[in-house]
């Protein structure tokens, strides 16, 4: 799963991916023909099929796409080893945070026809001719479970979806999740190219929350990250933190929590540190692992933000990139001090135009870490209703995310407020709350009990 992308751009990346250089003959093939006239999305399935079949390759683009644009949602696709004999099962279904509350029927019924790229700790040396999987080769699901085979060494780990080229998550059966974890956390963890690093960390994170994978498996990938230096693995690890510390936030894990976090951002944090430089990529890397450092609680972050917050205070200036990790973690907070102190300001900070009623709500949703806080702000928010939805074109649902275990409280606003229970940003924030809720029953006690033992481990 490429998160960063939209599904339109990502679909055609895994297009491009599956048909390889076939791909690029049928886009200019596509674009010759409909020069000067109107061509239609069919019309450019049609050249790559053509072009797949003047290059030998037997692909109805028409109807790998159809199972990809008419079908809701995308899939996960399960890999499971047979050690023994070097057999791999691949099968799909509809992915689902919540296949319990949310799943009709027809969703669960849904194949799609999905291009299989893997590699292996050997691809390198290995290629289809001796048994082997090579990069290169796309294979193809198109029922609900097949079998492949490979000759991979049982040792060795077995990758899907090589570099997230193609849109659905995969999970594996936890003998290869293990050996994938133990060559992360090794000195070869590069053997694994970046961008599918990110993708474990995305697809494992997410697995947990689907229920579809036990929070230890995610936690002992995400151990490796102290090695981490590169921007899109980061990027995954900051959101899939930013739920786990959503989720945590009121309970006594958080700073358990926090302190994980800290010991796998405290290397690439001294090395990129407060400079802001280099190239594109590595500056956004370096806010990325800023504004993880501050926000998990490194002391050392912390005073330099403070510091830095008294130097703007005096009329100094900061890299404008730096500003709002800065006023947002620069400013000392003491217990509930700066919530309430938005809050009680918040009509004021609006018609000031300072801020976007959107923006402070986002702020809030940050800063937010005690269920103290947590109730200041859905008593606000319940108080101030009418006023926070007026003009307010986020989602209900980004809002209410804060709000995870008011989920009756939420419920009863909902029926006794006008026009809310037919909103369906609403629908879907009950939904969001549901599954949330859902989470803390499946995996808090396991979240904490890895946080606890790790923090043990550390002594
Ligand atoms: C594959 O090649 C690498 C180096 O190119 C080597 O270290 C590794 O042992 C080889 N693996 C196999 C299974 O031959
Ligand atoms: C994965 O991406 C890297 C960097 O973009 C590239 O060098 C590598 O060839 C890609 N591998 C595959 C199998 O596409
Ligand atoms: C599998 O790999 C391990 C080490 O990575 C090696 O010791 C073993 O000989 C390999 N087995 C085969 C059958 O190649
Ligand atoms: C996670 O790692 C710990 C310590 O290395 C290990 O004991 C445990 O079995 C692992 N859990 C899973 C599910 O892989
Ligand atoms: C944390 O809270 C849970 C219940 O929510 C409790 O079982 C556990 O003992 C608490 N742990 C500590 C260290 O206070
Ligand atoms: C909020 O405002 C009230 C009255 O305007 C004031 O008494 C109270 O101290 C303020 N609280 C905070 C945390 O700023």
Redesign the pocket.
């Known amino acids: 799963m490429h998160s960063r992308l939209g599904p339109g751009a990502a679909l055609m990346r895994m297009l491009h991916t599956a048909l390889g250089t076939t791909f690029t003959k049928g886009i200019s093939k596509y674009l010759q023909k409909y020069k000067y006239a109107n061509a239609a999305q069919e019309d450019l399935w049609q050249c790559l099929t053509e072009a797949a079949q003047e290059d030998g390759r037997n692909v109805q683009v028409k109807e790998v796409m159809d199972t990809w644009t008419l079908q809701m949602g995308f899939p996960v696709v399960t890999v499971s080893r047979d050690y023994s004999n070097g057999r791999v099962t691949v099968s799909q279904r509809h992915f689902l945070y919540d296949p319990e509350v949310n799943a009709p029927e027809s969703l669960r019924n849904n194949v799609w026809q999905v291009p299989l790229t893997f590699m292996s700790r050997d691809s390198g040396n290995l290629s289809r001719d001796n048994g082997g999987v090579s990069i290169h080769d796309v294979f193809w699901l198109r029922k609900r479970e097949e079998d492949f085979h490979f000759d991979i060494n049982g040792s060795s780990w077995l990758l899907a979806n090589t570099n997230q080229s193609g849109y659905y998550r995969v999970n594996y059966d936890v003998t290869n999740w293990r050996l994938l974890t133990e060559d992360l956390n090794s000195d070869n963890f590069q053997n694994i190219p970046a961008q599918s690093r990110s993708g474990l960390i995305d697809d494992a994170f997410n697995l947990v929350r689907s229920g579809d994978l036990t929070p230890a498996v995610a936690l002992n990938l995400s151990r490796y990250l102290k090695r981490e230096r590169d921007y899109l693995p980061w990027l995954a690890a900051e959101r899939a933190f930013g739920y786990l510390h959503m989720m945590m936030a009121d309970t006594n894990g958080s700073s358990d929590l926090k302190v994980y976090v800290q010991s796998l951002v405290t290397p690439i944090y001294h090395e990129l540190g407060w400079e802001n430089s280099g190239d594109h990529t590595t500056m956004l890397n370096g806010l990325t692992v800023l504004s993880m450092a501050c926000r998990y609680g490194l002391p050392r972050c912390l005073r330099k933000a403070r510091e830095m917050k008294n130097a703007l205070d005096d009329g100094g200036s900061v890299e404008p990139n730096m500003k709002t990790i800065i006023l947002q973690y620069g400013t000392d907070r003491t217990g ?2 700066l919530v ?2 938005i ?3 918040t009509r004021s900070l609006v018609d000031s135009g300072l801020f976007t009623k959107a923006d402070l709500l986002n702020k809030l949703m940050t800063l937010v870490d005690s269920k103290e806080e947590k109730m200041l702000v859905f008593n606000f928010l319940k108080d101030n209703w009418d006023y926070m939805m007026e003009g307010f074109d986020i989602k209900a649902r980004k809002i209410i995310l804060t709000w995870t275990d008011s989920f009756r409280q939420f419920e009863e606003f909902v029926a006794s407020h006008h026009n809310m229970a037919s909103r369906s940003d609403v629908t879907k924030a009950l939904e969001r709350i549901r599954q949330n809720v859902l989470w803390r029953e499946r995996h808090e006690n396991a979240v904490r009990g890895w946080l606890a033992q790790e923090r043990r481990g550390r002594g």
């Open positions: 509930s001090g309430a102190a809050l009680n300001r």
